[in-house]
C-alpha cells in the first residue's frame, strides 16, 4: 500500500520526518517496507510559476522566451526571464518553474544558461519531467490560485514521501489512506481531520462542505436511482450487500491534475476522471468501487450471481476469463459484466462517450475472492481488498465521498437515493476488557486512563464500568478485533511496548529441560561419522521420479512408490524421498565433477514413506498428536565413500574404500551406540538392487533388520558417474533401539586368566564366516567367551572351492583357572559341530 | 703366590680400564677370567698348595676375581650405553617429512551445528526437543493454528501440497514447524516448554528463499505467562547464540496464531547496534538499521487453546506463548554465508570449513 504523504497529512499530520514515522509504524504493527520520493531528490527550488508574457526566441523558431513571476527567493527580482521550447506555453498560464539550483529526477541540476543568446533563469516544467504524468504534451499548466513564488510541493506531489506499507492481513483499514491516517494520529497524536465520509476533507480540488453518508442517502432529485437501476443478488452469501447510485449529465474526460498526481503517486494509472474516481475513493476509504456505462446496461438491471462453468467474460484488462460454478459475477440480461470483486466488465465500461454512470460498491465474501482470485490467476487492487474481508457498512462510506467527486468532478447529476440490496451485517456487540487482563497478557501494567486513551485514538468507542471497559469496534476493524485479546494487543502496540516491556524468565516447567536418549544417540551416530572422516550433508526431500530408475528399484519396490506432490516447483523435485542413497550419490558426484579427488559423505534425514507400511516416527515411537500423521518418516542415516578412505601418503598406498573399509567404519558406528551390528549375505536375487550383489549385505542388530550396506552396483555407479563406491543406510531407530546406552548394569570380571587356543578349519567357499563362527558358538558352552576370524585362506593346500578361516578361540571361567582336562570336552564338542557345517580341521 | 694375585689384579684393571668396547672387553674377561686364565689356574690349584698358604691365596684370588667381575659388569653396561647413544646417534629420520596423518575427521553441517547449539541454550532454559512431521494435515498446519479455510494469511505461505487419494489439498508439507504446537498440546497436559527444529517447506525458490529450510519452534504454555517473559526468553537465547551484549526489539505484528504477535529483531553483532562501523561507513550486515530481523512470535491466540481445550488448555487459566525463526538464517548470521543456497549445495569446500 502506497500512501503518499501529503495525501495523508490532509487528514493527520503527524509531524514527523517520514523516515522517523515509518519507523514509528514499524514498533507499532505496521511495516514500512521503504520510503521513496516521488519525482525530484528534493523540492527546493521547485516553484509556483506565472506566466506574465511569452515572444518568439529571435534566433530559434521552436523556442518561446518567457517573462515569468516567481515570487523572490532572495529578496531581489520577484520576475525572471525563462526560455521555454513547449508549444502550449501561454501568458496567464500557472506553472512549475524550476530554479536554477533544482535538481531534475535522474539528477540534472538546473543552471542558468544562455539559449542561443538569451538568457534563461530556470525551466518551466512538464509532468513527465517531474514525473508526474505521461499524457500531455508541453509543460503542466496548473489551475488558478497558487500564489507565485510558492513551493510546488504545497500543490503538487513534488518530491512527495510515499510510504510503501507492508499491510499486514488484518489490517484491512491500512488499505485506505484515512485509515493509515488514523494509525498516524494514534502514533503521534496529532490531531485526525474528520473522516471524508463524514463531512471531512477529501481533496485539495473538492471544495463543497456537504456530503456525509447522511446527506447522500437524504438527497432528492428528480430522477431517482431505483428507478433506472434494479440489483438482484442471488447468493447473498457471497455478495451480502450491493449498492448503486446512478448519475446523469456526466462529462467523462481527464481528471484534474491534483488527482491525476495522487493516483500517480499512489502507483496507479489515471484513465479517465469516472474511473479515476473509483480508484481515489479504493484507495482513499479502502472499498474498493466499480463503474458501469449505465446505457450499456440493459434495462439498467444487474444480477449477481454464481457464474456457470466455462462462461466467459472479457474484462477491463483486455483479458477473457473463464468462470467456474464456484465464482461469483455480475450479469447484466445479456450475460457476464463482470467478476464480482475482481474485475468489471468491457461490455459496460466508461468511455469517452459514457453519460451516465452506475457507481456500485459491493461488499464480497473474502473467501470466495480468494479462491477466485487464485484459481484464475488475476489479482487486481479490488481483490486483494476484498479477500481480506470488508464490513458491508464501508459501501456506503464509498459511495458518499464517490458522489462528490463525480458532482464537482465529472459535473454529473446525481440520481436520488442508493439501491442497496443487503443482508443484515454482522452484529457489533461491545467487547469487555476485563480489569488487569492487559497485565496479565503482557506482564505489564498499563495504566486504565492511558488504555482507554490507546483505544479511542484508534476509534474505537468505549465506556467504563468500573475497572472493566466496554469496547465497540467501528466497521473497518469489526473483523480483526473481535475478542478481548484483540483489544489487550490494540492496547499494547500503542503503549510503546518495546520500550516499556521488562524482560523476564516464566517460571519454568518445573522439570529439567534436555534432549530425549533417542536425540542424544542420535548426535552421536552423527559425530561417529564425523570422526570417521564423513562430511554431514543435507539433502533435499524431494527428488526425481526418475531417481528410483537409475537405483534399479522395482516398480513393486514400496520405494518406488513415494509421496507425489500435487504442485511441485518442478518435476526433479516432485517425490518425496524413500531413501537417503540418491542424496548422498548426488552430492558425491557433483564434488567430484568439481575436482574432488575423494569424497566421503554421510546424510542423517528423514525418508518419507506411506503410512501403515513401515515403521513409526523419526526416532521410533509416534509423533505426538491425536491424528497420525499422513507418511512415516523414520530418521534414517547414509554414507556413501568413493575413493580411498585414507588417502595415499609418502610412506604407503591409500586404504581402499571398499566393502570392508566401510563396514569397519558402520561397525564403528554401532560399537560407539554399544550395539553389536552383524551383516548377513543378501536373499537371491538382491532385494537391494543397486549394490553388487555378491558385495553386499543386510544389516542387523540383532535379530532386526536395520539397513543394507555394500559396494554399488557397477550400472548405478556409471550413472552417478563414480567409479566405485561403498555406501550403506540404516533405519536410526532400529540402532538406538538395540543400544544399551545408559542402562548398562555391571557385571565382576573375572581374576582367573583365560586359555586361548587357535584352530583352522577348512569349510566350502559359500559358506560364510558368521555361519562357521556361529556352530563354534553354538557348541562353544559358556566356558567359551570369544571367537574372532584372523585369517582367511584360499589356495595351496586348501580344495578348489574351499577356504580356510583360521580362528581364535578364548576360553574363560569366571571362577577358577581352566585346565586342559576341562577344555578338551569342549574343543572335541566345537569340532563335531564344525563339521556338522561341512568343516574339517586344517592339518 | 698372593703377590701374584695381586699383580694379575693390577694387570686386569688395566686391561680392563683400556678396553674401549664390548669386544675388547671380552677378550679381557676371558684373558682374566676365562678358563684358561692364570687365576683361574690358581684357584683351581688350591687344592695341590700347602695348607697354610690355600687360606690366603684363596681368599685373596676370590676377592680379586669378584672385583674383577664388578668391574668387568659395570664397564660392559657403560660400554653398551656409550654404543647404543652411538648407534642410536646414527639412526636420524627426516623429522621434517610430514607425519602420518590419523584419519581425517569430517564435518558436521553447520545447519546441524546450528540447530544443535539453539538446542542445547533451549534445554538450558528447561525446554524438552520434539520431532513433529514434515508431511502434515491441513488441519494442523493451518485450521487449528486459527487458519480458517479461505483465510487470506494462509495465501502469506505458498504451500505444497501431497496427492491425497482425491482430497486436494488436505495433505501437505508443513510450511513452519507451528503445527508441532498442536500436537505437543494435545499430547501432553500444561506446563509445557518445548522447542521443534526441523525442516519446512514453501513453494519459492529464489537467491532468498529455499524451498525446503529449517526452522525452530518454541512453546511455552502455563500459569501466568506473559508477553515479557517471551521478551526475556528470547533475549536469554539470542545473548547465547549472538554474545551477551545483544538486545531485542519486538516490533508488533500480524500471525493468527499469537495475539499479540511481534517479529523479532537482535541488536547487530558487527556494528553493536550503532549501525555505523568505527570507520564511519555503514554497517553492511543490519544495513545501518542497527537491528537485524530474525523471527516471529507472540502470545497464543487463544482460538488456538481452543482446539486443544480437552487436553488441559483453559485460554482463563494458561497463557502462553511462541515463537518460531529460521535456522539457516542464524547459520548465515553466526558465520557469514551469504547465500542460503550454499547450505544444500554441499560442496566439501564449504561444509570443510566448519570443524
Ligand atoms: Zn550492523
Known amino acids: 500500500m502506497k500512501v503518499p504523504y501529503g495525501w495523508m497529512a490532509d487528514y493527520c499530520d503527524p509531524g514527523l520526518a517520514p523516515g522517523d514515522l515509518a519507523e514509528k509504524m514499524a514498533m507499532t504493527g505496521t511495516e514500512v517496507e521503504r520510503v521513496v520520493l516521488l519525482g525530484p531528490p528534493s523540492a527546493d527550488n521547485f516553484v509556483i510559476g506565472k506566466v506574465l508574457s511569452v515572444e518568439k526566441h529571435p534566433d530559434a523558431d521552436r523556442l518561446s522566451v518567457c517573462r515569468v513571476e516567481t515570487g523572490s527567493q532572495d529578496g531581489g527580482e520577484t520576475e525572471r526571464t525563462i526560455v521555454c521550447g513547449a508549444p502550449n506555453v501561454a501568458a496567464g498560464q500557472t506553472v512549475v518553474v524550476a530554479l536554477p539550483g533544482a535538481v531534475m529526477p535522474g539528477g540534472m541540476k538546473i543552471k542558468q544558461a544562455k539559449l542561443r ?54 489490517r484491512t483499514d491500512c488499505f485506505g489512506i484515512y485509515g493509515v491516517a488514523r494509525e498516524a494520529h494514534a ?92 480508484n481515489y475513493v479504493m484507495w482513499l476509504t479502502g472499498q474498493p468501487m466499480h463503474a458501469y456505462d449505465l ?28 468462470l467456474n460454478e464456484a465464482m461469483v459475477a455480475v450479469a447484466d440480461r445479456n450475460g457476464l459484466a463482470g467478476i464480482g470483486g475482481m474485475m468489471g466488465g468491457s461490455v459496460s465500461e466508461v468511455s469517452e462517450s459514457t453519460t451516465t454512470v452506475l457507481m456500485e460498491a459491493a461488499n464480497w465474501n473474502g473467501p470466495n475472492i480468494l479462491r477466485t482470485s487464485r484459481d484464475l490467476g488475476l489479482r487486481s487492487e479490488a481483490s486483494s481488498r476484498f479477500e481480506k474481508q470488508l464490513h458491508p457498512d464501508l459501501t456506503l462510506r464509498a459511495q458518499a465521498v464517490a458522489d462528490r467527486l463525480m458532482v464537482e468532478i465529472c459535473g454529473a447529476v446525481p440520481m436520488a437515493g442508493l439501491v442497496d440490496v443487503s443482508v443484515p451485517a454482522p452484529d457489533s456487540v461491545p467487547i469487555r476488557l476485563r480489569a488487569g487482563r492487559v497485565e496479565r497478557v503482557l506482564g505489564m501494567a498499563i495504566d486504565i486512563e492511558l488504555q482507554i486513551e490507546a483505544l479511542e485514538t484508534l476509534g474505537f468507542g468505549v465506556e467504563r464500568e468500573g475497572d472493566d471497559l466496554l469496547v465497540s469496534v467501528p466497521p473497518d476493524r469489526h473483523f480483526d478485533v473481535v475478542r478481548e485479546i484483540d483489544l489487550v494487543e490494540e492496547v499494547g502496540r500503542i503503549s510503546d511496548l518495546d520500550r516499556n516491556l521488562p524482560a523476564t524468565l516464566p517460571a519454568g516447567p518445573g522439570r529439567p529441560g534436555g534432549l530425549s536418549r533417542q536425540q542424544s544417540l542420535q548426535r552421536r551416530a552423527e559425530d561417529s561419522l564425523r570422526e570417521s572422516g564423513f562430511d554431514e550433508i543435507v539433502g533435499w526431500s524431494f527428488t526425481d521420479p526418475e531417481e528410483t530408475g537409475r537405483l534399479r528399484l522395482d516398480e513393486e519396490d514400496p520405494r518406488s512408490r513415494g509421496v507425489r506432490l500435487a504442485n511441485p516447483l518442478s518435476e526433479e523435485q516432485s517425490v518425496m524421498r524413500t531413501m537417503l542413497l540418491g542424496s548422498v550419490l548426488g552430492a558425491a558426484r557433483r564434488n567430484l565433477s568439481r575436482g574432488a579427488d575423494r569424497v566421503a559423505l554421510f546424510e542423517s534425514g528423514r525418508v518419507y514413506l506411506p503410512a501403515g507400511e513401515f515403521g513409526p516416527g523419526p526416532l521410533g515411537g509416534d509423533f505426538p498428536g491425536k491424528t497420525r500423521p499422513p507418511s512415516n518418516e523414520p530418521q534414517h542415516l547414509s554414507a556413501v565413500v568413493v575413493g580411498p578412505v585414507d588417502p595415499a601418503t609418502w610412506r604407503g598406498g591409500a586404504g581402499e574404500s571398499d566393502f570392508f573399509a566401510l563396514k569397519g567404519v558402520l561397525e564403528h558406528l554401532a560399537s560407539g551406540l554399544g550395539v553389536e551390528l552383524t551383516v548377513e549375505p543378501l536373499a537371491d536375487p538382491s532385494p537391494q538392487p543397486f549394490l553388487h550383489p555378491g558385495k553386499s549385505g543386510t544389516v542387523k542388530a540383532g535379530d532386526r533388520q536395520i539397513g543394507w550396506i555394500g559396494e554399488l552396483h557397477p550400472l548405478v555407479a556409471t550413472s552417478y558417474d563414480l567409479d566405485a563406491a561403498a555406501a550403506f543406510e540404516i533405519e536410526l531407530a532400529g540402532l538406538v533401539d538395540g ?105 | ?67 674383577l667381575e664388578a668391574m668387568i659388569e659395570a664397564k660392559t653396561d657403560g660400554l653398551k650405553q656409550i654404543e647404543l647413544e652411538k648407534s642410536l646417534a646414527g639412526d636420524r629420520i627426516d623429522v621434517t617429512l610430514p607425519g602420518t596423518p590419523a584419519r581425517a575427521v569430517g564435518h558436521i553441517h553447520p545447519i546441524t551445528r546450528t540447530r544443535r547449539l539453539i538446542e542445547d541454550v533451549m534445554v538450558g532454559l528447561g525446554y524438552q526437543v520434539m520431532e513433529g512431521p514434515e508431511i502434515e494435515h491441513d488441519y494442523y498446519n493451518f485450521t487449528a493454528l486459527n487458519h480458517p479455510a479461505g483465510h487470506p494469511a494462509r495465501m502469506l505461505q505458498d504451500t505444497f501440497y501431497v496427492e491425497h487419494e482425491g482430497h486436494v ?65 528470547l533475549l536469554a537465547m539470542l545473548r547465547e547464540i549472538f554474545g551477551p551484549d545483544r538486545e531485542i526489539r519486538m516490533r508488533p505484528h500480524f500471525f493468527p496464531f499469537t495475539e499479540p504477535s511481534v517479529e523479532f529483531d537482535v541488536s547487530c553483532f558487527h556494528c553493536g547496534g550503532s549501525g555505523s562501523l568505527d570507520d564511519g561507513s555503514r554497517c553492511g550486515l543490519c544495513k545501518g538499521i542497527g ?65
Open chain 1, 117 to 170: 543568446g538569451v538568457e534563461s533563469n530556470g525551466m518551466i516544467c512538464s509532468e513527465k519531467e517531474l514525473e508526474l504524468g505521461e499524457g500531455q504534451d508541453g509543460i503542466m499548466v496548473l489551475e488558478d490560485g497558487p500564489a507565485a513564488g510558492a513551493p510546488a510541493s504545497d500543490f503538487l506531489p513534488v518530491a512527495e514521501p510515499v510510504l510503501e506499507l507492508e499491510v499486514t492481513p488484518n
Open chain 1, 739 to 843: 543400544s544399551p546406552v545408559g542402562e548398562e548394569s555391571y557385571v565382576d570380571f573375572t581374576p582367573f586368566p583365560p586359555v586361548d587356543r587357535d584352530l583352522a578349519v577348512v569349510v566350502a567357499a559359500a559358506v560364510p564366516a558368521s555361519g562357521v563362527i556361529g556352530a563354534v558358538e553354538a557348541a562353544g558352552s559358556e566356558l567359551l567367551t570369544a571367537v574372532t576370524v584372523f585369517d582367511v585362506y584360499s589356495g595351496d593346500g586348501v580344495g578348489e572351492g574351499e577356504k580356510s578361516l583360521a580362528l581364535r578361540l578364548r576360553f574363560r571361567a569366571p571362577d577358577r583357572t581352566l585346565s586342559d582336562e576341562e577344555i578338551d570336552p569342549v574343543w572335541n564338542g566345537i569340532i563335531a559341530g564344525l563339521s556338522g557345517i561341512g568343516g574339517r580341521l586344517r592339518g
Open chain 2, 169 to 233: 489439498e488436505e495433505v501437505l508439507l508443513r510450511t513452519h514447524t507451528s503445527p508441532m504446537q498442536v500436537r505437543a498440546m494435545e499430547a501432553t497436559p500444561p506446563p509445557l516448554f518445548m522447542i521443534v527444529p526441523g525442516k519446512t517447506y514453501r513453494r519459492d525458490s529464489d537467491a532468498t528463499h529455499s524451498p525446503m529450510f529449517h526452522q525452530v519452534e518454541g512453546l511455552a504454555v502455563g500459569e501466568g505467562i506473559t508477553l515479557a517473559d517471551l521478551k526475556g526468553t
Open chain 2, 291 to 355: 537491528w537485524i530481523e530474525l523471527g516471529g512470535a507472540g502470545m497464543v491466540d487463544p482460538n488456538v487453546f481452543g482446539f486443544v481445550a480437552d487436553s488441559g488448555y483453559n485460554p482463563d487459566s494458561v497463557t502462553g506463548f511462541a515463537f518460531g525463526f529460521g535456522i539457516e538464517r542464524i547459520a548465515m548470521l553466526r558465520h557469514g554465508v551469504g547465500d542460503l543456497r550454499l547450505f544444500f549445495d554441499n560442496d566439501v569446500r564449504m561444509l570443510g570449513q566448519f570443524s
Open chain 1, 295 to 322: 446505457d450499456l446496461v440493459p434495462k439498467g438491471e444487474l444480477i449477481v450471481r454464481k457464474a456457470e462453468n466455462g462462461e466467459k467474460v472479457s474484462a477491463l484488462d483486455g483479458s477473457e476469463y473463464v
Open chain 1, 187 to 278: 502514533i503521534s497524536g496529532a490531531p485526525l481531520a474528520a473522516a471524508p465520509w463524514e463531512g471531512g476533507p477529501i481533496g485539495p480540488g473538492v471544495i463543497s462542505e456537504e456530503g456525509d453518508i447522511e446527506a447522500l442517502l437524504d438527497q432528492e432529485g428528480s430522477e431517482r436511482t431505483a428507478d433506472r437501476v434494479r440489483i438482484v443478488v442471488q447468493d447473498p452469501e457471497l455478495c451480502s450487500r450491493f449498492t448503486a447510485r446512478g448519475y446523469t449529465d456526466v462529462k467523462v474526460g481527464p481528471s484534474p491534475l491534483w488527482l491525476r498526481t495522487r493516483l500517480i503517486a499512489a502507483g496507479l494509472r489515471p484513465i479517465s476522471n469516472v474511473v479515476d474516481i473509483t
Open chain 2, 1 to 67: 703366590m698372593v703377590e701374584r694375585i695381586e699383580e694379575i689384579e693390577a694387570e686386569a684393571k688395566a686391561a680392563i680400564e683400556a678396553a674401549g668396547s664390548v669386544p675388547e672387553l671380552e677378550d679381557a674377561r676371558v684373558s682374566y677370567l676365562g678358563r684358561k686364565a692364570e687365576l683361574t689356574g690358581i684357584l683351581r690349584g688350591i687344592a695341590d698348595l700347602p695348607p697354610e698358604q690355600r687360606g690366603p691365596v684363596g681368599s685373596t684370588g676370590n676377592k680379586v676375581r669378584k672385583a
